[in-house]
């Protein structure tokens, strides 16, 4: 469990299952009720796509908002997700990085070989690492 997650908990449990907190410049909207993601998510999914034009320093970061998960919607957000299900998330590559995920469980945090001051760190490495390939990979040019 995350620092945070006791928080918003709590701050859903006071105001409800959506709630809205300002974050540095940007708003940050937090559902808690499963179906009302369902509701926005999927069913409405086009209408929440998109993202904020990024700040000067977060296209520096996003590599130009060319990965994925910084992409607006539109035809770049489509081939880059294009590329995600064909390259990485297709059974037979979700097959090839089965002896990487043996490796991570039998290799818990509290491991000599794998500190747990840096675990976090080496998560969101790997995250961003996947997101960057995906936005440079050259099958993203097709």
Same mark, same amino acid.
């Given at each position: 469990?995350?620092?945070?997650?006791?928080?918003?908990?709590?701050?859903?449990?006071?105001?409800?299952?959506?709630?809205?907190?300002?974050?540095? !410049?940007?708003? @940050?909207?937090?559902? +808690?009720?499963? /179906?009302?993601?369902?509701? +926005?998510?999927?069913? /409405?999914?086009?209408?929440? !796509?998109?993202?904020?034009?990024?700040?000067? @320093?977060?296209?520096?970061?996003? #590599? /130009?908002?060319?990965?994925? @998960?910084?992409? #607006?919607?539109?035809?770049?957000?489509?081939?880059?997700?294009? /590329?995600?299900? +064909?390259?990485?998330?297709?059974?037979? !590559?979700?097959? #090839?990085?089965?002896? +990487?995920?043996?490796?991570?469980?039998?290799?818990?945090?509290?491991?000599?070989?794998?500190?747990?001051?840096?675990?976090?760190?080496?998560?969101?490495?790997?995250?961003?690492?996947?997101?960057? @390939?995906?936005?440079? #990979?050259?099958?993203?040019?097709?």
């Amino acid at each position: 469990m995350s620092k945070g997650e006791p928080i918003l908990r709590s701050l859903h449990a006071k105001f409800g299952p959506i709630i809205t907190l300002n974050i540095g !410049a940007r708003p @940050v909207i937090s559902m +808690a009720d499963r /179906n009302l993601c369902h509701k +926005a998510l999927i069913r /409405n999914g086009a209408l929440y !796509a998109d993202r904020p034009e990024a700040l000067p @320093v977060d296209k520096i970061i996003s #590599s /130009n908002q060319l990965a994925i @998960v910084y992409s #607006s919607y539109g035809p770049t957000w489509r081939l880059l997700r294009r /590329n995600l299900t +064909a390259e990485i998330l297709n059974p037979s !590559a979700v097959k #090839s990085y089965s002896r +990487a995920r043996d490796w991570v469980v039998q290799t818990p945090p509290e491991s000599p070989r794998v500190s747990s001051k840096i675990w976090p760190s080496c998560f969101c490495d790997g995250t961003l690492s996947i997101c960057h @390939v995906l936005s440079v #990979s050259p099958h993203v040019f097709w």
